[in-house]
């Protein structure tokens, strides 16, 4: 049973660039959280997808958007990066009716130059 | 605003020394509370939840954490440590109801002595 898979595992972007991070669900989950971890910080909630719709969102500026498939996966678009956007973007699943244990990707390293 | 501190940012021990890593929370309502462990190069895993009932809870690898409600408080323990404990230890928060949104410390990195 596979777990939570992110794509791609680094990145390097200049600031002004956009990207697009990749999230695939652990089987069975319909839920897909998103979340920063900056060095030496704690993860910092973004935002949370349910059927193809935002459910609920932290304290991130508008440059920051996602997206569900019907599959379930999700993407993380940053637009206009900064320096400050820098860090490890975590995902994680959980299946529906379930609001407590969520299951965390590797992550991805986003470097922003 | 909701919010959780840990205490201590790095604690070092040696093996079979006595680990216990403070967390308190800043939330005035019904809690449901984590510690999530993340090993060097590996994801976050979940040690333990707490989500009500018995208040003191066992997770895995030897691992047990005491929530005290009056202290808004939920210390994450373990009797012995070993050198395979050495990780960052995150705990989390998030409000019954909330659906999903963790809030998470800064985290504790634990170097466990050979």
């Known amino acids: 049973d596979a777990g939570v898979t992110q794509s791609p595992t680094h990145l390097i972007k200049t600031r002004g660039q956009q990207v697009t991070l990749r999230c695939s669900p652990k089987s069975g989950h319909d839920t897909v959280s998103w979340y920063q971890q900056a060095l030496g910080q704690g993860p910092q909630f973004i935002f949370q997808?349910?059927?193809?719709?935002?459910?609920q969102r932290g304290n991130f500026p508008d440059r920051f958007s996602g997206h569900q498939f019907p599959n379930y996966s999700s993407e993380l678009n940053v637009n206009a990066l900064l320096l400050g956007d820098s860090a490890l973007y975590l995902c994680a699943s959980l299946p529906s009716g379930s609001y407590y244990e969520q299951y965390f990707g590797p992550g991805t390293r986003l470097t922003v130059t | 605003a909701q919010s959780v501190s840990q205490h201590n940012h790095h604690v070092i021990l040696s093996e079979a020394a006595s680990l216990e890593l403070g967390c308190n929370y800043s939330y005035g309502g019904t809690v449901n509370l984590f510690w999530y462990v993340q090993y060097p190069g590996q994801h976050l895993q979940l040690l333990l939840k707490y989500f009500s009932g018995d208040p003191l809870v066992k997770g895995i690898k030897g691992f047990e954490a005491e929530f005290i409600k009056s202290k808004f408080s939920f210390n994450l323990r373990k009797p012995s440590v070993q050198w395979s404990d050495t990780a960052e230890y995150f705990c989390a928060v998030n409000a019954a109801g909330s659906q999903g949104n963790l809030i998470f410390g800064k985290g504790t990195k634990l170097s466990v002595k050979p």
């Open positions: 997808y349910y059927e193809e719709e935002e459910r």
